[in-house]
């Protein structure tokens, strides 16, 4: 208890004195604690996003000012993820699928801390799925630098991690990658039977994984004879023309045969592939003077040029667009299957692959040269990369490294020759139309408006022209080693090209 009172005293010494008050201190100020209610999530609540906003709600009676600390992990681990919040809401990011988090808020007026109740949520567990692969599961003939891909559903980020092996019950992690496709930087094994599969993590967690998928790689091309030997049809006739390397001997096999196309003929040793109107390849082989059906493959293509490079024969097909098959051959050199490399909405004419296969050069009748090169197991059309004109009529395409050499009739036709490395487009002799190009042993063979014209392409920049055979109606011409045979109308011509620029008429046959 307290009392007061006031005195006034004047100058004279007079004084006077107030009434007296009193009044009490209390002992101990009382200070009330605040109050905090988790609001949202709900307890319980499923949460569908990778991040939740967390809300609370908090007073204080005495008015003092409030500071929240927030209390966050999964199950029961609670972490301090944050302290010295002065709002009444945090959000949390990262959230992980499938799991279970809680948290709580720890409040302070300055002199009392207490801890709200513990609140739980869930996030849903996402359905990913990883489907669609390529090559796709049981492919065959899968190039021993692949490039697999995949499709992915429900997720739009995490880490992809690439397993690959011979075995289904071990596979080794060969890699990772960000996006739904992986190049793999080594080389595969031919023939052979590899598995795969792909799984999806995120923050160290595995979100989804694919099923096991298989592929077989391709067959090791098969050893292609240097035999000279060329096929021409001609009038219901199949003529196999063979010499003799040394002597230029000439042996003729003309055998009756009911052909439908306008494919030329492949040789390769004592076998004979044939493609007709209808797509059916057929395989022929020689044996003394017969020759016999060995095999049948429908490619159900409309063929347009078939050709022999790196172990494998090459079609190209127009059926309903610019399609290019590559067919393996077994070790007999057997057509086995066929595949689509390559596919674009152009009209080519002709082909040629490049004997390391790693590019494919078409020769397209309205818009010229296109560039194919090879990725994975497949090609990819690259034209755009070179700054040289690939433009014209291309009836026919050969080339030499870094040298295409195009033959081309219309306005502008002729022999071109386009050096893709130094951009530079020249003409080459003096041409009007160019039909078909052959390359054999640095020598150029092509029909033109002069008949058969010979052009030595040993100093591939610097090509010379040895020799104009003058012969009319020339369809087509088929080389090997020093054998050329020509056939023109109903005419079969045989030459011997041993001297390339002086060829030596052999026989000919009507």
């Given at each position: 208890m307290y009392e007061w009172y006031v005195q006034l005293t004047d100058v004279s010494g007079n004084?006077?004195?107030?009434?007296?008050?009193?009044?009490?201190?209390?002992?101990e100020i009382t200070n009330n604690p605040p109050l905090i209610a988790l609001t949202s999530p709900q307890e319980g609540a499923v949460v569908d996003q990778s991040s939740v906003e967390l809300r609370w709600s908090a007073s204080d009676e005495d008015g003092d000012r409030l500071s929240f600390s927030l209390y966050f992990g999964k199950n029961n681990d609670m972490l301090l993820v944050s302290e010295s919040i002065t709002s009444n809401?945090?959000?949390?990011?990262?959230?992980?699928?499938?799991?279970?988090y809680g948290w709580y808020i720890r409040v302070s007026d300055g002199r009392i801390t207490l801890d709200s109740p513990l609140r739980r949520f869930t996030t849903t567990q996402r359905a990913v799925t990883i489907d669609t692969p390529s090559p796709s599961n049981g492919s065959e003939g899968i190039g021993i630098k692949p490039v697999l891909s995949w499709r992915t559903q429900g997720t739009t980020g995490g880490e992809f991690r690439i397993y690959l092996g011979t075995s289904r019950s071990f596979?080794?992690?060969?890699?990772?990658?960000?996006?739904?496709?992986?190049?793999?930087?080594?080389?595969?094994?031919?023939?052979?039977?590899?598995?795969?599969?792909?799984?999806?993590w995120e923050g160290g967690n595995l979100v989804s994984s694919s099923p096991l998928w298989q592929f077989s790689t391709e067959s090791r091309p098969v050893q292609v004879s240097d035999s000279t030997t060329v096929a021409v049809y001609v009038n219901g006739t199949l003529n196999v023309i063979s010499m003799?390397?040394?002597?230029?001997?000439?042996?003729?096999?003309?055998n009756p045969y009911q052909y439908q196309g306008k494919v030329s003929p492949v040789t390769n040793g004592d076998l004979i592939y044939m493609v007709d109107d209808t797509g059916r390849l057929v395989t022929l082989r020689v044996s003394g003077t017969t020759i016999e059906t060995v095999s049948s493959l429908n490619t159900g293509t409309s063929p347009e040029t078939l050709v022999l490079?790196?172990?494998?024969?090459?079609?190209?097909?127009?059926?309903?667009?610019?399609?290019?098959?590559?067919?393996?051959?077994?070790?007999?050199?057997?057509?086995?299957?066929?595949?689509?490399?390559?596919r674009d909405w152009t009209t080519p004419v002709d082909m040629f692959v490049s004997e390391d296969l790693s590019r494919i050069y078409l020769a397209d009748a309205l818009s010229g040269i296109k560039v194919l090169e090879r990725s994975g197991s497949s090609y990819g059309d690259v034209s755009s990369r070179f700054t040289v004109s690939l433009n014209g009529y291309a009836r026919s395409v050969v080339a030499v490294q870094d040298l295409v050499f195009s033959g081309e009739a219309g306005i502008d036709g002729g022999l071109k020759m386009i050096d893709?490395?130094?951009?530079?487009?020249?003409?080459?002799?003096?041409?009007?139309?160019?039909?078909?190009?052959?390359?054999?042993?640095?020598?150029?063979?092509?029909?033109?408006?002069?008949?058969?014209?010979?052009?030595?392409?040993?100093?591939?920049?610097?090509?010379?022209?040895?020799?104009?055979?003058?012969?009319?109606?020339?369809?087509?011409?088929?080389?090997?080693?020093?054998?050329?045979?020509?056939?023109?109308?109903?005419?079969?011509?045989?030459?011997?090209?041993?001297?390339?620029?002086?060829?030596?008429?052999?026989?000919?046959?009507?």
């Open positions: 004084t006077s004195r107030s009434e007296i008050r009193r009044f009490e201190v209390p002992s809401s945090f959000t949390v990011t990262n959230l992980e699928p499938g799991n279970s596979l080794p992690m060969v890699g990772t990658s960000a996006s739904s496709s992986f190049a793999y930087t080594g080389e595969l094994e031919m023939e052979t039977t590899y598995f795969w599969r792909v799984e999806l003799d390397n040394t002597s230029g001997t000439v042996s003729v096999i003309r490079a790196g172990g494998y024969l090459w079609l190209l097909d127009t059926k309903s667009a610019a399609v290019v098959l590559r067919i393996s051959l077994d070790n007999r050199g057997i057509p086995i299957r066929s595949e689509s490399v390559f893709l490395s130094r951009s530079v487009r020249s003409n080459l002799g003096k041409y009007y139309i160019v039909l078909k190009l052959f390359v054999s042993n640095n020598i150029i063979y092509a029909i033109t408006d002069k008949g058969v014209s010979i052009i030595d392409i040993s100093s591939p920049s610097q090509p010379v022209i040895l020799r104009d055979i003058e012969i009319s109606q020339v369809e087509e011409i088929r080389i090997s080693g020093r054998l050329l045979a020509v056939r023109a109308g109903n005419r079969l011509l045989i030459y011997d090209v041993l001297s390339a620029g002086n060829p030596v008429l052999l026989n000919e046959y009507n």
